[in-house]
C-alpha cells in the first residue's frame, strides 16, 4: 500500500504565531524542526503497518521546510515551489490513503493561524460547501479516489475535518486560545499521538471514504476587499458577483477548480494598500 501525507506548518505543536512558520524570524528553524518530528511520526507508522511506499509533500509556504536530512531515509520528499497542484502535488490514484499533517482551520473562524491560501481570503466555497485548505485538499485526494484518513493540528482543525470527512481520525496536539497563542502538548507527546492515531486511522482505512467532489464545481472566493477581487477578476473565466468581493469561476472538474483558486489568489496578492 502506498501513503501520501501533506505537511502544513500552522497545526505543529508548539507553533502559535507567526514568528514560527515564517523563514525570516527567529523561532522558524525550531518550527521547521519540529514540523519535520511529527511528519516522521506518520512515516514511521506507516512503514510498521505495513505500508510499501511513502510520499511526503511539504505543504508551507514556500514548500521547502521539512529538513530532508532528518526525514525517514525510505521516504520520498517533494519540496520546493512552483508546483502545479501546490499542497496536493503529486497525490494521484497510486495512493491508497493520504494524511494531513500541521493543518490550521479554515479563514474566518477560531483557531490558531487560522487561514485560506492567503490572509487576503475570507472564505472559499465549492458550490455551497464552505472550505479551507483542508476541504479544498480533500476534495482532490476524493477526484482520484483517495480518502483522507487522518489529520493532525489543533482542535479546530479536527473539528472542521469531522464536518467534512464522517470517522476521519485526528490528533489534536494543541488546543486553542485565541488565533496566536494554544495549550499545546509537548513535541514528543504530540509525536506519540500523531502516530497512535495514524496506527488507528490505518486499521479503519477501508471504512473512511474519499471525499468526492461534485462533477463541475462552481469556485467562490470572498476576499477581504475591492482591489483583490479585482485582481483576481484578471484571470479569464471569472467574475466578480455584483455587490460582493467574491470572485466565482465555473470548473470542468475540481482540479481545474484548483489551479483557478492557486491564480486568483496568487493574483491577489498584487494588491496594495496605499
Given at each position: 500500500m502506498n501513503?501520501?501525507?501533506?505537511?502544513d506548518m500552522e497545526g505543529i505543536s508548539g507553533l502559535v504565531d507567526y514568528t514560527h512558520v515564517d523563514s525570516r524570524l527567529h523561532n522558524y528553524e525550531r518550527g521547521r524542526k519540529i514540523m519535520t518530528q511529527e511528519a516522521n511520526a506518520v512515516i514511521a507508522a506507516a512503514f510498521e503497518k505495513g505500508f510499501k511506499e511513502v510520499v511526503v509533500n511539504d505543504s508551507h509556504s514556500k514548500m521547502n521546510n521539512i529538513l530532508v536530512e532528518e526525514l525517514h531515509p525510505a521516504t520520498k520528499l517533494i519540496t520546493g515551489d512552483v508546483k502545479p497542484f501546490s499542497m496536493v502535488q503529486g497525490l494521484d490514484e497510486s495512493f491508497d490513503a493520504a494524511i494531513f499533517v500541521g493543518y490550521h482551520a479554515m479563514a474566518s473562524v477560531k483557531g490558531v493561524m487560522t487561514h485560506s491560501m492567503i490572509f487576503g481570503v475570507r472564505n472559499m466555497y465549492i458550490n455551497d460547501v464552505q472550505v479551507g485548505e483542508l476541504g479544498f485538499n480533500a476534495y482532490v485526494a476524493g477526484y482520484y479516489g483517495v480518502p483522507v484518513i487522518m489529520v493532525a493540528g489543533d482542535d479546530q482543525t479536527a473539528l472542521e475535518?469531522?464536518?467534512?470527512?464522517?470517522?476521519?481520525?485526528?490528533?489534536?496536539?494543541?488546543?486553542?486560545?485565541s488565533r496566536s497563542s494554544a495549550k499545546s502538548l509537548t513535541p514528543i507527546k504530540a509525536q506519540e499521538l500523531i502516530k497512535e492515531r495514524t496506527w488507528q486511522a490505518m486499521e479503519d482505512i477501508h471504512t473512511i471514504k474519499p471525499l468526492i467532489p461534485p462533477k463541475n464545481p462552481l469556485l467562490r472566493i470572498e476576499f477581504a476587499n475591492y482591489g483583490q477581487a479585482e485582481w483576481a477578476n484578471l484571470m479569464p473565466g471569472t467574475e466578480i458577483e455584483p455587490g460582493t468581493t467574491i470572485v466565482k469561476f465555473q470548473a470542468k472538474d475540481i482540479k481545474e477548480a484548483y489551479q483557478a483558486m492557486l491564480v486568483m489568489t496568487e493574483l491577489a496578492m498584487r494588491t496594495t494598500f496605499c
Open positions: 501513503l501520501y501525507i501533506s505537511v475535518a469531522e464536518n467534512l470527512i464522517p470517522g476521519i481520525h485526528c490528533a489534536v496536539v494543541k488546543e486553542a486560545t
